[in-house]
């Protein structure tokens, strides 16, 4: 690998060992809803170091802008107003790649090569190598890759593996007014976020929690949140996981189909090597020549 | 060009180029399909331009595939409609892989075997092209648990029609006298009072 920062754990599409010598330490952004503002300087700093600009869109009535994800946004903020316990609520969340530990893209892409995910954890697309095919669409269990319809390649965030190669943090953690989000070790960051949630309980959100959904192997995004119990308040899936048809798709159907199709091919030239060819009888040669 | 004289045709020069134009594409579909399917076959797109360039070409094998495959179902399901002996020959399937086909009930134009392979393929066809639209991305955007689905059902009766196109080629080759008539129509009377000789009686009846 070109960068120790950067050794890889998986790629797509490849079936043998990735190198595997060193284990760096996994890092985590952290994500803390309670804290953030929705000023979207994030989505700003995102289009500033990725070099990435979203056409001008339409204000639709609602502060979410852009309103989508897309190949030239990567993160946006979304606003969602919920009534609890008789008050409004105004749960704003950076929306994003959650760079799982248990990637559905990685395990989707039948590129190889054209998602890794590194050591450290962050899942990063090469779009060299795509082919545009969208099977990371399909696998994604949080709606995160956006296919452009300009190239045909996908985007999405790939947590500055740029910046954090070089030891920097995101740029959206860098530019973030309130300290709402943070980025460190993984481990760090969950002790972050347990001194986080302690306060937030003791201020009557007894339901305060982490989202580090289990289902994925845990990710490498997290989130505080004042719900947790109902992470679909914020448009969050409440146990994300890849889904079994992709699991099949990618899974037991791959050794099963080669094995299928050996079988047939191997049982056709066996059986010609046994019985030999079915030609047409002398007989009915004869009777034909006489005719 | 005259060969033998008393050849049987079996198949006009219009229904051999429309085989031909399915037969190509599937073999095209077949390799650019499980390059996006296994890793081990990933190198197949190098026949294709690349990665991408089999991505961009597959569907269009595909609407290819279906277009000829149409006017093959138009042609030829008259000539495959099951009937009873076609099912007494499958029962007795076990014997003709023997190589022991003397006492094989008699066979019109297709046998048992054919009539269900027709069928089999009509039906995949029929999994396949939706599946196939329900994946094609750069023009079409489902739901996304319609594209899992389909991801599913494609890939799966892919299989399915591959291994019945190795049947479907390793009968033609196992049974001598028969790849020329893909080739250029004709086969030998000997060839059709073998393996065909209700159809043989019938185009020899004058």
Redesign the interface.
Known sequence: MALQSLDIERRS???TPVPGVRTPLEVAKLIDVTTCIGCKACQVSCSEWNDIRAPVGSNIGVYDNPIDLSPQAWTVMRYAEVEEGGRLQWLIRKDGCMHCADPGCVLSC???DAIVQFKNGIVDFHQE???????C??GCPF?IPR?SEED?KVYKCSLCSDRVAVGQEPSCVKTCPTGALRFGSKEDMQVIAAERIANLQQRGFANAGLYDPPGVGGTHVMYVLHHADRPELYGLPQDPAI?P??E??KGL??PL??A??AL??FA?LF??VT???????KE??K??EA? | MRRNPRDLTRYTPGQRATHWVVGISFILLGMSGLAFFHPAFYPFTMLFGGGTWARILHPIFGVLMGLAFILMVIRFTKHNLMSRVDWQWIGRIGEMVNGNDEGMPEQGKYNGGQKLLFWLLLLGMLLLIPSGIVLWRAYFDFPVEWVRWAAVVHSATAVVMICLIFVHVYAAIWVTGTIRAMWYGTVTRAWAKQHHRDWYRQVTRD
């Open positions: 599409a490849t079936t039948p590129a190889p190598h795509c082919t545009g095919c969208g099977y669409l399909t709606n296919l045909g889904s048809l992709v099949l798709w159907a791959k189909a080669i299928t199709m047939v091919g056709s059986h010609y019985k030999g060819p079915n030609a047409v009888s009915i040669e009777e034909e005719a």
